[in-house]
């Protein structure tokens, strides 16, 4: 059971890194939503994996609300998307700026 | 009871000067306000504190009631209270009533003398909170309450000498005044600071410090002595201090009458006399100071023969009597010392308005050697005049000679016949100067007759009057006993009478006989000299004497100079090249790691998030580690 408990851990663990590089290293939206959902299913993953180890359902609760909550974020996000590239015409995130106050200063 | 009225002695002057000022940023800033009101606030204030003080007066005739009033407590630090507290003793009621009637009669003066002043209004707001400080420097129930009151004195003393600001040099003159004051107030502070150390535990009132200097080590005692005369010292203008003096006569003449009649000058005098209970356990410190005043009083004489600047010969002669009175409280005879504090308000007070009515008169002209036949023109300044000249010279019966003769009686009898020899040179060296200036402005044959002179209005000469009226009787209150008197004020101060001080009858006569011939030989002096001087030249002094003994100079040389170098070493080397490179450049350190810190700010939405999730691991491993 341990092992198996060590194999999930690790897959998650990959999961969770690969969307940690995806989050930092792509420009696109799109897949930088993709790499952030990636993360939250690998704690999931976490979550479900030792809700089982220790048999209890409470982890299995908490999974269940973030895939809820998973849910209505990606509709927030996908419309935010929308407005984004109808402002820039583009999915880079490296030219949504207007926040910052780098120009100020240089 | 109502013994609350004594807080209502210094509160009325302190509330009218408020109101004074009040009225007078009203008067400059938006409408103007008639002369009158400010004379009659400023007026009644002194008047009305008066009469408060002569009540207690009244009721203490007859026994040894204090009177005491706490106001509220001012501080409460760690076990250790200060209560605005008032004290009315016999010395202070004494003090109270002098300083509120001849602050009174100096306040009507300057009605008439500032009448054409354009900051009348801020003149007697500067007057009244004079008369406050002071008043609260002799009813003040504590030191540190004195020392409000003594530095409330000093500010206004800085105020009133730079008056006419206009001109540097008076404001010079005040900056001078106010330096050496602070000399002075370190070594009060210095010696309140190891009283409050030694003695302070049990209240600090005059009273409990009474009961607890007895348990005090003497050489203890004789440190807080002496630190507490370099403060009298600074404010009574003695040796070496005394240089202020001579400089506050860059202020309108009634505020030179106010700072050498009533107020300030007088200051450390009192200190003196109230503080008798720590004295009276070091009688080697109370020598140092009557030595102190002897030589002071010899000194500002002998340079007052040479000056030719009517105010500056009253200003070294104020000096001169206190160093009489430093003589008498040094050597125990705080009442002696006192009751010349009283009878010196008088005719020092008339001294300084006829000086000030004459100055007036002859368009602001102070050299004595250019005014000259002033007795004809000025009949009632020229008998106020005389009167008081007679009274500091020590002419019987006028006021001067009792308490001088009780001065030189205190030293002879004490044994210090040093001190004594020096009053009685500097006895005649008095008669001397005071005539000299009486005989050359009165007398002297005048130059300038053409000349118009200007009116001095009534309010000038009504205070003159009862000044005089004052300088020939003030005198009465303390004849002594072998005169047929009984010496009401040394039985007045009974506390602060030295008994041990007696000498045989014949004695008596003889030093009063000494004394009286002292005064006649410089007087015949001045007579002789001066009375007919022809002023067609005015004379040119040089010589030690005329330039002060270089006194200002060495001063100037040795000490002011070394301050400023030092000074100028501070700010030009220390600041700009150690304290601004420590300011600057940890600005300039600043600026540089914002600049460096503000590249992380880079807009780069991939590098915040690489950088919170960073730290948000890094926080989950310490957390876990933490947690273990």
Same mark, same amino acid.
């Given at each position: 059971? $341990? ?6 851990? $690790? ?59 998973? $849910? ?31 120009? $100020?200063?240089? | 009871?109502?013994?609350?009225? %004594? @807080? +209502?002695?210094?509160?009325? /002057? ?53 009177? %005491? ?80 009151? +003594? ?21 010079? @003159? ?42 005090? /080590? ?25 240089? +202020? ?40 410190? &109370? ?10 009083? #010899?000194?500002?004489?002998?340079? @007052? ?114 001190? +004594?020899?020096?009053?009685? #040179? ?17 007398? &002297? ?17 009504? /205070?003159?009057?009862? %000044? ?32 041990? %001080? ?127």
């Amino acid at each position: 059971m $341990a092992d198996s408990l060590l194999s999930y851990i $690790a897959l998650a663990m990959i999961l969770f890194s690969i969307g940690f590089l995806g989050v930092i290293s792509r420009k696109n939206i799109f897949i930088v939503y993709m790499s952030i959902e990636l993360m939250l299913n690998a704690i999931n993953l976490i979550f479900i994996s030792l809700g089982r180890y220790y048999e209890t359902m409470v982890p299995q609760v908490m999974a269940m609300i973030i895939i809820a909550i998973a $849910a209505a974020e990606a509709a927030v996000f996908l419309s935010l998307i929308v407005v984004l590239y109808r402002r820039k015409k583009s999915l880079d995130s490296d030219i949504f700026t207007v926040l910052s106050q780098k120009d $100020a200063h240089e | 009871m109502n013994n609350f009225l %004594l @807080a +209502w002695i210094v509160l009325i /002057p302190l509330l009218s000067s408020m109101t004074l000022g009040l009225m007078y940023l009203f008067s400059i800033k938006v409408i103007k306000i008639p002369n009158i009101v400010f004379t009659v606030l400023g007026l009644s204030s002194p008047f009305l504190s008066f009469m408060i003080g002569f009540s207690f007066f009244l009721q203490m005739i007859g026994n040894h009631e204090i009177f %005491l009033y706490k106001a509220y407590r001012w501080l409460s630090v760690d076990g250790y209270d200060i209560d605005m507290g008032f004290m009315a003793d016999k010395l202070s009621i004494f003090m109270v009533l002098f300083i509120t009637f001849v602050g009174g009669l100096i306040h009507i003066y300057a009605s008439g003398y500032m009448k054409t002043d354009k900051g009348y209004g801020k003149f007697f707001f500067y007057f009244n909170l004079f008369l406050a400080s002071m008043l609260l420097l002799v009813l003040a129930d504590s030191p540190i309450i004195m020392f409000i009151g +003594w530095e409330g004195v000093g500010v206004c003393s800085y105020f009133l000498i730079s008056y006419y600001y206009e001109d540097t040099k008076n404001v010079q @003159a005040g900056n001078k005044a106010f330096i050496a004051n602070r000399v002075g107030d370190l070594g009060f502070i210095i010696a309140m600071i190891t009283m409050i150390y030694y003695v302070g535990s049990n209240g600090f009132d005059y009273i409990n410090l009474e009961a607890g200097m007895q348990n005090v /080590p003497i050489n203890v005692l004789t440190f807080i002595g002496s630190a507490l005369f370099v403060g009298a010292i600074g404010k009574s203008a003695q040796i070496p201090l005394f240089v +202020w003096l001579p400089d506050a006569m860059a202020g309108p003449t009634p505020v030179s009458a106010l700072i050498h009649a009533a107020t300030m000058v007088t200051a450390g005098v009192y200190m003196v006399a109230r503080f008798h209970f720590l004295y009276d356990l070091i009688p080697n410190v &109370g020598l140092i100071i009557a030595y102190v005043g002897a030589f002071s009083a #010899l000194f500002a004489a002998i340079i @007052a023969t040479k000056q030719t600047d009517i105010k500056k010969i009253l200003a070294y002669s104020t000096m001169s009597q206190l160093g009489y009175m430093f003589i008498a409280v040094g050597l125990g005879g705080y009442s002696v010392g006192i009751f010349h504090v009283f009878t010196h308000a008088f005719f020092k007070a008339l001294l300084f308005m006829g000086a000030g009515a004459v100055i007036v008169a002859l368009h602001h002209e102070q050299n004595i050697f250019k005014m000259g036949g002033m007795r004809s023109k000025t009949p009632i300044v020229y008998f106020a005049m005389l009167i008081a000249t007679l009274a500091i010279t020590g002419i019987p019966p006028f006021a001067g000679f009792f308490s001088k003769d009780e001065i030189l009686l205190t030293a002879f009898s004490s044994g210090e016949y040093l001190i +004594w020899g020096i009053g009685v #040179l500097t006895a005649i060296l008095t008669a001397y100067y005071m005539f000299r200036l009486l005989f050359v402005v009165f007398h &002297g044959k005048n130059y300038q007759e053409s000349r118009k002179l200007h009116t001095i209005s009534k309010s000038m000469i009504m /205070p003159l009057i009862v %000044l005089a009226f004052g300088s020939i009787v003030a005198g009465f209150i303390g004849i002594p006993e072998i005169l047929g008197g009984n010496n009401l004020v040394g039985s007045w101060l009974n506390d602060w009478k030295n008994s041990s %001080l007696h000498v045989e009858h014949s004695r008596e006569f003889i030093l009063m006989g000494i004394n009286i011939l002292a005064a006649v030989i410089g007087t015949y002096v001045a007579y002789k000299k001066f009375f007919n001087y022809d002023m067609a030249i005015v004379p040119k002094y040089n010589g030690i004497i005329w330039k002060k003994f270089y006194i200002d100079e060495i001063y100037d040389r040795f000490i002011v100079k070394k301050v400023k170098e030092v000074s100028i070493f501070i700010s030009y080397k220390v600041d700009v090249n150690f304290i601004d490179m420590i300011v600057m450049g940890l600005s300039r350190g600043f600026i540089k790691s914002g600049h460096f810190i503000s590249k992380v700010q880079n807009a780069n939405t991939r590098f915040y998030a690489f950088f919170m999730l960073v730290g948000i691991s890094v926080i989950s491993t310490y957390l876990i580690m933490v947690m273990r």
